[in-house]
């Protein structure tokens, strides 16, 4: 089983709200990682958790906060977002993200938020 | 730095010809490339991984990508397209484990009947 689940799957707030993302993969991957993607573009690295540390943060606004419970559950917190911040945002897990041999990346189906 | 170009935008074929798109790397050191494929409204699923094991890599709905150093390239292609293939296509490159999976800008697939 290689699958990657993330809810929601459409999230519609406010610029003052408060929400989060949540994503969730039992294959006993250590690696997690959320990416920003825009309409027509490639997915954008925010984020990288390895072994439930965050190994990677690739400047992302601190209006972002993403957050590892354990090593099968990834979030993101949203607060004050801004309409530039709609986009389609994915997770992914790996195996470990570590080491000489680069592990296949497992994407979820993405949560499309929009900001108004 | 590593980097991969994606030749193309948008590829139109028509059903059951070749499908062919071109992805060109930069790496200074062996990289590992993957083709993802995304249709609308998903993520991405992977088709293929190039691990230095094999050249020729086969992948999941009867894609392949052939590895040729010398030419810095991962094309893909699929012998006969079907309707089902018009989605969007990632070539990526990576260096390790260590290091951010880095996406070319996409290359749209339209499959006309």
């Known amino acids: 089983d290689t699958e990657v689940t993330q809810t929601p799957k459409h999230l519609v707030m406010g610029m003052t709200n408060k929400k989060s993302l949540k994503c969730e993969q039992h294959?006993?991957?250590?690696?997690m990682y959320w990416y920003k993607q825009k309409a027509k573009k490639p997915p954008e690295l925010m984020f990288v958790?390895?072994?439930?540390?965050?190994?990677i943060n690739e400047s992302v606004p601190s209006r972002f906060s993403p957050e590892c419970p354990n090593s099968s559950l990834l979030n993101l917190h949203l607060h004050a977002l801004q309409p530039e911040d709609s986009a389609l945002y994915l997770c992914?897990?790996?195996?470990?993200?570590?080491?000489?041999?680069?592990?296949?990346?497992?994407f979820g189906p993405g949560t499309r938020l929009t900001v108004l | 730095a590593q980097s991969v170009t994606q030749l193309g935008s948008h590829v139109s074929v028509s059903e059951g010809a070749l499908v062919l798109l071109r992805c060109n790397y930069s790496?200074?050191?062996?990289?590992?490339l993957f083709w993802y494929v995304q249709y609308p409204n998903q993520g991405l699923q992977l088709l293929l991984k190039?691990?230095?094991?094999?050249?020729l890599v086969k992948g999941i709905n009867g894609f392949e990508a052939e590895f040729k150093k010398s030419e810095t390239s991962f094309h893909l292609t699929k012998p006969s397209a079907h309707m089902s293939d018009a989605a969007e296509y990632f070539c990526?490159?990576?260096?390790?484990?260590?290091?951010?999976?880095?996406f070319g800008k996409g290359t749209r697939l339209s499959v006309i009947a």
């Open positions: 992914a897990s790996s195996l470990s993200g570590r080491g000489a041999n680069a592990d296949t990346q497992y």
């Open positions: 958790y390895s072994y439930e540390k965050l190994s």
């Open positions: 294959m006993g991957h250590r690696a």
């Open positions: 990526a490159v990576t260096l390790s484990g260590n290091t951010p999976l880095v």
């Open positions: 190039y691990t230095s094991a094999a050249t």
């Open positions: 790496s200074s050191v062996p990289p590992y």
